[in-house]
């Protein structure tokens, strides 16, 4: 097939260089447009970004021009989608806009997320969330949006999915460990994080809290029902670059032993089997069985970034169920790469999900 040509919303951050270095060489899509604020209007990508990923600036992008972002100029006839790595505030006004006219939205900030309308979507948990977003038309849009998840949310939703699919879940513990790069390219000072930790992320827990009870809540009608456990979550910012950590502790209504909890996690398979999509891991959870792991340092590229790794899976005595550690990349499965997937779910599944 023709490649589909896509945009690039805030492609100067860190999510969008993600976006960039995922999509320059992807066998669907093409980029055929780079976007971020008014101060680079105009100028070449290479000279305007601060390039922070572990491989070279592909030469193609570094060629490219990169324009502001204007609601305008963007249109559903230059681009089959958009991905956007906006700001919350900045995305609030302009996502409806570019909706309206007609163009398909992959999103990772957080304005509508909660939305009834508005699928959240990890690819692996709830691909049959996309059908929620036919209830767009009644806003009067043309085209749709599609929100990727938070990012601690994507991590621990995928660990929780086969758990919840075998034993059961009644209460969720949460606490994460989070790396500065999931603040962006200006969000934590050194001077705050270096030899030290921060204790509060705004806005993070509540996300947590409420996003993963609508990815993991099944579909019943034209809505996603309650999946009728309850999560609570501290969530705090530590001097890891890459790659979020969470310690888990989950009340299952059925016993899980924690060989079984490995075993149905290893054999976590994405229910949409079938489709293959380039992006998609060959498993979305790994076990490790070392005492010691996972570590960011050494886990977060396994599977290219988009496998979530989990240890130290044992008995939790005061919950009555199981406690672990899980750990996955915050710019790539909590982010470009759970953005990716999405598109690449819509192409492959025009007929059986999308709107
Ligand atoms: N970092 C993560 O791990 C992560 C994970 C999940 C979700 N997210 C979400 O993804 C989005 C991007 O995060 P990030 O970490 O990549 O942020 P970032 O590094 O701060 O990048 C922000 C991008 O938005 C552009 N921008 C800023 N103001 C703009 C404006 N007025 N008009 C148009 N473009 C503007 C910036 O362009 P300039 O260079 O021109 O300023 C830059 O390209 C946020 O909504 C964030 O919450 C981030």
């Not at 998840?149 to 513990?173: A, Q």
């Not at 070392?290 to 939790?316: S, Y």
């Amino acid at each position: 097939m023709d490649k589909l040509r896509v945009a690039i919303l805030g492609a100067t951050g860190v999510v969008g260089q993600r976006l960039v270095s995922l999509l320059h060489r992807h066998p669907w899509f093409e980029i055929g447009g780079l976007y971020s604020s008014e101060r680079h209007h105009g100028r070449r990508y290479g000279d305007v970004v601060e390039w922070i990923l572990e491989e070279e600036i592909p030469e193609s992008m570094a060629d490219s021009r990169v324009y502001r972002v204007d609601p305008e100029a963007l249109s559903p006839r230059e681009y089959s989608l958009v991905f956007s790595a906006l700001p919350s505030e900045i995305a609030q006004a302009m996502e409806p806009e570019l909706a309206r006219k007609g163009l398909i939205v992959v999103s990772n900030s957080s304005p509508y997320r909660l939305d009834s309308d508005i699928p959240l979507l990890v690819p692996e948990v709830n691909p049959d969330h996309v059908s929620l977003a036919s209830l767009q038309e009644k806003r009067g849009w043309r085209g749709r949006i599609y929100k990727v998840p938070n990012c601690t949310t994507i991590i621990l939703s995928m660990t929780l999915k086969p758990l919840l699919d075998e034993f059961g879940l009644s209460r969720v513990v949460v606490s994460s460990m989070q790396a500065v790069s999931g603040a962006g390219l200006r969000g934590v000072p050194s001077l705050r994080i270096l030899d030290n930790l921060v204790p509060f992320i705004e806005g993070e827990e509540e996300k947590v809290e409420t996003e993963t009870l609508k990815i993991l809540g099944a579909i019943e009608g034209n809505r996603v029902r309650d999946p009728g456990f309850r999560v609570t979550a501290s969530t705090h910012r530590v001097p890891v670059l890459e790659g979020h950590t969470l310690a888990i502790f989950v009340e299952t209504r059925k016993e899980a032993d924690p060989i079984e909890v490995a075993r149905v996690m290893e054999d976590f398979k994405p229910s949409y089997l079938g489709k293959s999509l380039p992006s998609a891991p060959s498993r979305p959870l790994k076990v490790r069985r070392e005492e010691d792991r996972p570590q960011p340092r050494l886990d977060r590229m396994e599977g290219k970034g988009m496998t979530v790794v989990v240890g130290r899976i044992r008995k939790d005595k005061a919950l009555g169920g199981v406690k672990y550690v899980a750990m996955g990349s915050n710019t790539i499965r909590g982010a470009a790469g759970n953005a990716v997937l999405i598109a690449e779910l819509l192409v492959s599944g025009l007929n059986s999900f999308s709107a």
